[in-house]
C-alpha cells in the first residue's frame, strides 16, 4: 500500500498570499462577496464596477484586512477599455493569478417584441464582455503558466427561465460554451476555467422586482428545495476554492450555486412543501 504524502499539508491548502485577483462587479452581491473572501485568505485585488463610489467600500474592508486594493470603473462590455484595464494590471501588478468575471447587466423582453438593439446590448455585456476579460486574463496567465478564471453564468444557460429572459438565456448559454472551449484550449497550459452557475441571488434589482410582485419570491422558491433564495455570501468558499491550488483539478466545471435548484425535476416538490408519507403507483 503506498504510503501518503503528508507534505502536500506544508502549504495552507486555501492560501490566496502572493497572489492577485481581479473582481469585477465588486461594489455589490457576488463580486464584493467574492472580493472580500480572497482578500481573507491572503489576495490582493483589483476591483472594477461602474459604481466606484461602491466599489471603495468594498476596498475599504479589504484593506482592514491588510491586503492591497485599487478600483476602476471600467466598461466591462468594452474590449478597448478592459485592454486598458490590464495594461494598467501589468504595470501596477504584474501579474494576475485569478478572474472573478462577474459583471454584467441583462436584458428582459418578451421574445416577439425583443429589439435586436437590445439583444445586441445584453450580447456585448454578457458574451462579448466576458470573452474580452477571459481574453485579455488569459494571455498573461498563460504566460505565467499558471491562472484561475471563474466565470457567473446562471441556471439559465442549460434551462429556460421564460418570464422575458430570452436574451440573458442566450447569452448565457454563450458563457457556458465559452467556459468549455477556454477551459480544453488552456487546461494543458496550467490555466484553469470554470463557471458558476447561480439561481435567484438577492441582490438591489431582485429585491426590487420581488417588491413589485409578491408572489415572486414564492415561485421562485417552489423550485429550490434548500427553502431560501441565494446569499451574496454563498459564493464566498468556492470562489476562495477555485482560487487557490486547493482545486488544481477542477477545469471546465459547471458548478450550480442554486440551493438544490437544478437537480429537482420540473414536477418535483420541495421536501419543505410535501407533506406525510403517501402510497402511489407510477
Known amino acids: 500500500m503506498t504510503k501518503f504524502d503528508m507534505s502536500i499539508f506544508d502549504v495552507p491548502m486555501f492560501d490566496l498570499h502572493g497572489k492577485v485577483a481581479l473582481v469585477s462587479g465588486a461594489a455589490q452581491g457576488l463580486g464584493q462577496a467574492t472580493a472580500i473572501a480572497l482578500a481573507k485568505f491572503g489576495c490582493d485585488l ?12 468594498t476596498a475599504e474592508t479589504i484593506r482592514s484586512l491588510g491586503r492591497r486594493a485599487d478600483c476602476h470603473n471600467t466598461n ?11 495594461q494598467w494590471v501589468d504595470q501596477a501588478y504584474g501579474q494576475i493569478d485569478f478572474l472573478g468575471n462577474i459583471a454584467g ?22 458574451v462579448i464582455g466576458r470573452f474580452s476579460m477571459c481574453q485579455e486574463a488569459g494571455k498573461r496567465m498563460l504566460k505565467q503558466g499558471r491562472g484561475s478564471i471563474m466565470n457567473i453564468g446562471s441556471l439559465a444557460s442549460t434551462t429556460a427561465l421564460g418570464r422575458g429572459h430570452v436574451a440573458y438565456s442566450m447569452a448565457m448559454g454563450a458563457v457556458v460554451q465559452m467556459t468549455r472551449e477556454l477551459s480544453t484550449e488552456w487546461s ?19 429585491e426590487a422586482r420581488i417588491a413589485e410582485d409578491p408572489n415572486l419570491e414564492k415561485r421562485f422558491l417552489g423550485g429550490i428545495p434548500a427553502g431560501r433564495l441565494g446569499r451574496p455570501t454563498d459564493i464566498m468558499g468556492l470562489a476562495v476554492l477555485l482560487a487557490s491550488d486547493a482545486s488544481a483539478w477542477i477545469t471546465g466545471a459547471l458548478i450550480p450555486l442554486d440551493g438544490g435548484n437544478l437537480a429537482m425535476n420540473g414536477g418535483g416538490t420541495p421536501g419543505h412543501q410535501g407533506s406525510s408519507v403517501q402510497t402511489f403507483r407510477p
Open 76 to 86: 466591462v462590455s468594452s474590449p478597448e477599455a478592459i485592454s486598458e484595464l490590464f
Open 105 to 126: 447587466d441583462g436584458v428582459l423582453s418578451k421574445p416577439e417584441e425583443l429589439l435586436i438593439t437590445d439583444l445586441q446590448r445584453a450580447l456585448d455585456n454578457l
Open 188 to 206: 494543458h497550459r496550467g490555466v484553469r476555467v470554470n463557471a458558476v452557475l447561480p439561481a435567484q441571488v438577492l441582490n438591489p434589482s431582485l
Open 46 to 57: 483589483v476591483l472594477v464596477d461602474r459604481n466606484l463610489p461602491g466599489a471603495e467600500v
